[in-house]
């Protein structure tokens, strides 16, 4: 109901744009929650339109195709998506670029990010941090790279995190979720 009614809000060019900022967050939710290859084609065609038009989606919205273009078995897609983030901070955006570099096996660009949550200066003085779902995904991960230092990086990276609370009890799926 949601993608045929923003075929509508297309046709009509509401709001003076035919890719309004907000309509585009639910297309992309919506398809994340459909999750098929028909979903992911349908909002391809919707990023690459309003892009096109010079309209650069929302971070939120952005998050849900990249995360969707993982889920689709296209980590290259979701990373050329979230390059268009200004903010590569955000819970978000970091947890699907991680996923989406150890799916490619871009392990050696995935610490540094994840060393990353423990250096962020943040001004509201709250704790960086990132859902323990995907923690779980690159320990997994990690442990099928055969280059051991890595790897041994990775999980002290990762014991640090944990005792000092930069895990979050959420999934990354609640973060994108959250209303």
């Not at 871009?106 to 540094?112: I, L, Q, T």
Request: hydrophobic share 40%; glycine share 4%.
């Amino acid at each position: 109901e949601v993608l045929d009614t923003f075929d509508i809000i297309r046709s009509r060019q509401l709001q003076g744009s035919r890719y309004p900022k907000h309509s585009i967050i639910l297309v992309f939710a919506a398809c994340y929650k459909l999750n098929t290859p028909e979903s992911f084609e349908y909002a391809k065609k919707v990023w690459h339109g309003a892009v096109e038009a010079g309209h650069m989606p929302l971070r939120r919205a952005t998050t849900f195709m990249a995360y969707l273009a993982l889920n689709q078995n296209m980590p290259h897609i979701s990373l050329e998506v979230l390059a268009t983030v200004k903010g590569q901070n955000y819970v978000s955006v970091r947890a699907i670029k991680c996923l989406a570099l150890a799916k490619m096996k871009r392990f050696d660009d995935v610490v540094p990010i994840v060393r990353g949550i423990l250096e962020q200066a943040n001004p509201m003085n709250t704790k960086q941090t990132i859902p323990k779902d995907v923690i779980e995904i690159l320990q997994k991960e990690f442990a099928e790279n055969n280059d051991k230092d890595l790897k041994v990086d990775f999980d002290k990276v990762v014991g640090f995190l944990s005792n000092h609370g930069h895990i979050a009890d959420q999934t990354l799926e609640d973060v994108l979720c959250t209303e």
